[in-house]
């Protein structure tokens, strides 16, 4: 079973926005074994929606359009549809009293002729109520595909996905299975991982691929397994992992099965009931809001001291103004010192510290551009680790948090 | 100019990541004139590669590629281009010593057989030198169009956009002008603006477009005039902006250049030499982040305290815990005590300070589910201000972001 996924905007096509609601969708089929074909961003424009839905006909089974809906989209987008399915917008009575009821009851607002207009849907196509938003999805079936329209806002999206689709999909069609396997590894470059498991990936299964993700520092390795018969794939998969990590033992950090490293280090802390805070510099408070992403991080995740300033390490942080002369604000020295003042001010188990320059120019003392020091303070004692991240800015910042996050990861897995 | 931008690989189609390069470069052909008709995510498989190649051939002007090149991919991507193109690939030396350089002199590591292979390219493309990574950039151009494939790794990629495509481009093909207005208004949802502006909007010229990109609690409108003569199309924007201004002044709070908010803020608090620090619970450390990722931001950006448990709250901020107990740690009260604390700590003019629940369950203290209170403290007072955002987290956690900095924005604003 097949799906495109088709996003309408301009703002996509200028670089406006980032389109993020294709990962999301794409990855929800995945978990049903529904193969995303394609992803498309067009513009909207009526003759370039038409076009696309015709090379998309009977290609695939499924697509999926995220936006040009909304109440003052709605015109080009439904039209369209109307044109395409030789179709007439009449007025759906329930959505228009969900509109009613949200425009008025809750946002307390009059409702105007634009609102009312979001109740008009294709005659024939199936409502996907939207609880958490006036415009509604639909879902239209010619031929040998169904067309599914959905708002561009991404939690109307989301819920529409969670609540509608998935479960009409999995109801309606037989699909095979898609397993993955994500496998981290750290400390050797692509080529080199490569190299070392030559033999072992060709000796995969057909049905079995392993893709590299390579990103600067650490290689991500991913096992895809599709087939109708799933425990025959979860054996498969176990026992390939078995045998990679008889071969490359050494550089093998852990795995993700769909989890963020954050997810992962989150869960870690909760069982064993540990604790973690941060003091930031250069990385700038990214790594306590990438911990606090995470539902349920309260029960672990203390806060952090953002000193992003000089002056905010020795006013907040403690930290001797001595010790910054003498080895400069950006030294191991200060990064030491960070870690253990913010456990000790926020009485955690695990501390991280970071303090580095992350350019685009010199910053507060003479640090080399892209120089970061990391701290981690344990129970028992602080690790510190120097890098250089090079440029751009955005690269340090997010080395340097990724980083941060292994080396908690590696300590904390000790104990698991 | 017409460009259709091609990402290569499974890993998006999976959701396993986001797309962010087609964004960049979309971004970077609009400012010279060049649009984007399509963007176009497919999966590494050859077959997939040649189709896509086949159906965009004199379609658009430029095809530009990203993913399916690095050490371990080149093979696939290599050697389609070399079928589509009956080319064959030959060892480019300027790119071999540059690979050899990097690997042996920069990264100290023994050179292996596939680092060596990145420097085999087809023999009749332009070779777009990458001095951030191994894998080059290729310029083939076949009748009407140019292909170029560029490495998926987002700052090598930009690299090779910023410093060998977009000065090629420029210096070898006319393109129009295409410029780029956005009004940012919060208060009224789409539809009340659009009913507000109607006559307006129908009056519009030919030349000139208008979208509309609603968020929760504001929207943005993006004005784009497209045309050959610049100074023609910049005098109709500034005249298009001053007769919006005139009907809907009352909800206008400023434009975006092609700015986010976080660097207009930035440079208006440098501007006026002012400083600014948080103190974050909901949030967990997320406007620090932002307020950080400007360059520059150690100008103006002090620090931050990500107190996400209470006791960090007593215990950095030094918040009353007879406060909390006879308020609520969510409450109107100690966000203002949070707000004055920091601001006081790191001797800033403004502090923002954020305290609510992101959910999905109940945390610390009874609050509602998307209860979050914001208190900004200014020079003169403090200001709070009680949300409720609803569900889900990510969209608690992101409202509360921006509507603090919107918050921010309204008051330095007064003083520009």
Same mark, same amino acid.
């Given at each position: 079973?097949?799906?495109?996924?088709?996003?309408?905007?301009?703002?996509?096509?200028?670089?406006?926005?980032?389109?993020?609601?294709?990962?999301?969708?794409?990855?929800?089929?995945?978990?049903?074994?529904?193969?995303?074909?394609?992803?498309?961003?067009?513009?909207?424009?009526?003759?370039?929606?038409?076009?696309?839905?015709?090379?998309?006909?009977?290609?695939?089974?499924?697509?999926?359009?995220?936006?040009?809906?909304?109440?003052?989209?709605?015109?080009?987008?439904?039209?369209?549809?109307?044109?395409?399915?030789?179709?007439?917008?009449?007025?759906?009575?329930?959505?228009?009293?969900?509109?009613?009821?949200?425009?008025?009851?809750?946002?307390?607002?009059?409702?105007?002729?634009?609102?009312?207009?979001?109740?008009?849907?294709?005659?024939?196509?199936?409502?996907?109520?939207?609880?958490?938003?006036?415009?509604?999805?639909?879902?239209?079936?010619?031929?040998?595909?169904?067309?599914?329209?959905?708002?561009?806002?991404?939690?109307?999206?989301?819920?529409?996905?969670?609540?509608?689709?998935?479960?009409?999909?999995?109801?309606?069609?037989?699909?095979?299975?898609?397993?993955?396997?994500?496998?981290?590894?750290?400390?050797?470059?692509?080529?080199?991982?490569?190299?070392?498991?030559?033999?072992?990936?060709?000796?995969?299964?057909?049905?079995? /691929?392993?893709?590299?993700?390579?990103?600067?520092?650490?290689?991500?390795?991913?096992?895809?397994?599709?087939?109708?018969?799933?425990?025959?794939?979860?054996?498969?998969?176990?026992?390939?992992?078995?045998?990679?990590?008889?071969?490359?033992?050494?550089?093998?950090?852990?795995?993700?099965?769909?989890?963020?490293?954050?997810?992962?280090?989150?869960?870690?802390?909760? /069982?064993?009931?540990?604790?973690?805070?941060?003091?930031?510099?250069?990385?700038?408070?990214?790594?306590?809001?990438?911990?606090?992403?995470?539902?349920?991080?309260?029960?672990?995740?203390?806060?952090?001291?953002?000193?992003?300033?000089?002056?905010?390490?020795?006013?907040?942080?403690?930290?001797?103004?001595?010790?910054?002369?003498?080895?400069?604000?950006?030294?191991?020295?200060?990064?030491?010192?960070?870690?253990?003042?913010?456990?000790?001010?926020? /009485?955690?188990?695990?501390?991280?510290?970071?303090?580095?320059?992350?350019?685009?120019?010199?910053?507060?003392?003479?640090?080399?551009?892209?120089?970061?020091?990391?701290?981690?303070?344990?129970?028992?004692?602080?690790?510190?680790?120097?890098?250089?991240?090079?440029?751009?800015?955005?690269?340090?910042?997010?080395?340097?948090?990724?980083?941060?996050?292994?080396?908690?990861?590696?300590?904390?897995?000790?104990?698991?």
């Amino acid at each position: 079973m097949k799906a495109t996924i088709v996003t309408i905007g301009d703002e996509i096509l200028i670089g406006q926005i980032v389109d993020t609601n294709s990962a999301f969708i794409s990855k929800s089929l995945d978990k049903i074994g529904v193969e995303t074909h394609e992803m498309l961003s067009i513009s909207d424009d009526k003759q370039h929606i038409l076009d696309t839905f015709k090379k998309l006909q009977n290609k695939v089974d499924l697509v999926i359009i995220t936006g040009g809906l909304g109440p003052t989209k709605d015109d080009v987008t439904k039209k369209t549809f109307c044109d395409y399915f030789d179709d007439e917008l009449v007025v759906n009575p329930q959505v228009l009293a969900h509109v009613t009821e949200l425009i008025e009851g809750f946002y307390k607002r009059p409702i105007t002729q634009m609102n009312k207009d979001q109740a008009l849907v294709p005659s024939r196509c199936t409502v996907l109520h939207n609880q958490v938003g006036t415009a509604p999805g639909m879902w239209i079936k010619k031929e040998n595909t169904v067309f599914i329209s959905l708002p561009g806002v991404p939690y109307e999206m989301k819920y529409l996905v969670e609540h509608e689709i998935i479960p009409k999909v999995v109801k309606e069609y037989k699909r095979p299975y898609i397993l993955h396997k994500t496998i981290l590894t750290y400390g050797q470059g692509e080529s080199m991982v490569a190299e070392r498991i030559e033999h072992w990936e060709d000796a995969l299964p057909e049905f079995v /691929k392993l893709a590299y993700l390579p990103s600067p520092g650490r290689v991500r390795l991913r096992l895809t397994a599709r087939g109708l018969n799933k425990e025959l794939l979860e054996q498969e998969i176990d026992k390939q992992v078995i045998l990679l990590d008889a071969i490359i033992n050494d550089i093998i950090v852990g795995y993700e099965e769909d989890q963020t490293i954050e997810v992962v280090i989150g869960s870690m802390l909760k /069982k064993q009931k540990l604790s973690i805070a941060t003091a930031e510099s250069c990385t700038g408070g990214s790594i306590a809001s990438l911990l606090a992403s995470v539902p349920g991080a309260s029960g672990y995740f203390k806060g952090s001291v953002v000193s992003y300033a000089t002056q905010t390490k020795i006013d907040v942080l403690s930290i001797p103004s001595a010790l910054i002369e003498e080895f400069s604000v950006v030294s191991a020295q200060v990064a030491e010192a960070m870690a253990l003042s913010v456990k000790n001010l926020m /009485k955690t188990d695990y501390a991280i510290a970071t303090t580095g320059n992350a350019g685009p120019s010199k910053g507060d003392g003479d640090a080399e551009i892209g120089a970061v020091f990391i701290a981690l303070a344990t129970p028992t004692g602080v690790l510190v680790e120097e890098f250089n991240f090079g440029q751009p800015r955005e690269k340090v910042i997010d080395r340097a948090v990724y980083k941060s996050l292994e080396m908690l990861q590696k300590e904390i897995i000790k104990f698991v």
